[in-house]
């Protein structure tokens, strides 16, 4: 229910107050000027008995603040399985109006329950999805230079596929294992060998990377959760076989001797290391 309350009522009402209160400031600002203000004791005098005139309810209520659109904050997905959902193509890939990369993706699946801001892994390096068009079957996500030069996204172009994968869901089964989309580094291929149906690859890294891989052991080669078979640590490479049906589902078949190709390795290996060099397994050991 509103109040109309005209000028000649307001002047009246006023008139009834006690000349100490002023009823002009508004209630919340009043009630902070009391809390801030010492009060004088030479001019003010308080009595025990002496109660505040009622005012209409309505002078004390206060809006309730609405909710800012702009403010809502979808929770960070940044986790996935290697487990690669489709391969998208890339449609377009260039500058952008900020400054940055721009690469723009088609993909039939993926854009069912998408929405900005979302994670999506592309050849295994988590990127945020800035514009989509489902009429189109396209979305957008952005590039950062230090990006390119890290993965070996810098080598993509028009027309050339990708493995994409969206973030995982608490539902979402675990097929592959667990990876962040944080490309470690990046390795060259140097060996395409097929034996039946299935397809052994030879990847060369860097030695900083290749102390993390194990035979028998986790890795992801573009976003693909993969199994190591190998390590030639004289060679400083690493081997893993395809099978004919991950060979339709990824993009590593479609690779050359001498590309690139992003890597990650299993974060078990690291979390170790750093326990191993802090002396904690030495500190529990000895107690």
């Known amino acids: 229910m509103s109040i109309s309350v005209s000028s000649s009522s307001s002047s009246s009402l006023t008139s009834h107050l006690p000349k100490t209160l002023n ?6 600002t009043r009630i902070l000027n009391l809390l801030s203000t010492t009060p004088s004791k030479t001019h003010l005098k308080f009595t025990r008995n002496l109660k505040p005139p009622s005012l209409p309810h309505h002078l004390f209520t206060l809006p309730k603040p609405r909710p800012n659109p702009h403010l809502t904050r979808t929770p960070v997905q940044s986790l996935f399985t290697g487990i690669v959902e489709e391969m998208g193509q890339i449609r377009q890939l260039g500058p952008s109006q900020d400054g940055g990369f721009d690469m723009r993706i088609h993909s039939k699946t993926l854009l ?3 929405g900005l801001g979302d994670s999506i892994s592309v050849n295994g390096t988590c990127l945020t999805v800035t514009h989509f068009d489902t009429g189109m079957g396209e979305f957008t996500v952005g590039l950062s230079p230090e990006t390119l030069r890290k993965t070996s996204l810098i080598e993509l172009e028009a027309g050339s596929f990708v493995n994409l994968e969206r973030a995982l869901k ?3 089964r675990m097929g592959g294992h667990f990876v962040q989309g944080h490309v470690d ?3 060259k291929i140097v060996a395409m060998e097929p034996e039946g149906d299935s397809l052994w690859i030879k990847v060369r890294t860097a030695p900083e990377l290749l102390k993390y891989i194990v035979p028998k052991g986790f890795i992801a080669v573009d976003g693909t959760s993969l199994t190591v078979v190998k390590v030639f640590d004289e060679e400083g490479c690493f081997n893993f076989m395809l099978v004919e049906y991950t060979q339709q589902k990824v993009v590593i078949p479609l690779k ?3 590309q690139k190709v992003n890597l990650e390795v299993d974060i078990l290996g690291k979390y170790v290391e750093r326990l191993l060099s802090s002396g904690i397994a030495g500190a529990i050991s000895s107690s």
């Open 23 to 28: 009823p002009c400031p508004p209630p919340k």
């Open 112 to 114: 069912g329950d998408v």
């Open 170 to 172: 608490p539902t979402t």
């Open 185 to 187: 580094g990046t390795g």
């Open 256 to 258: 050359r001797v001498g």
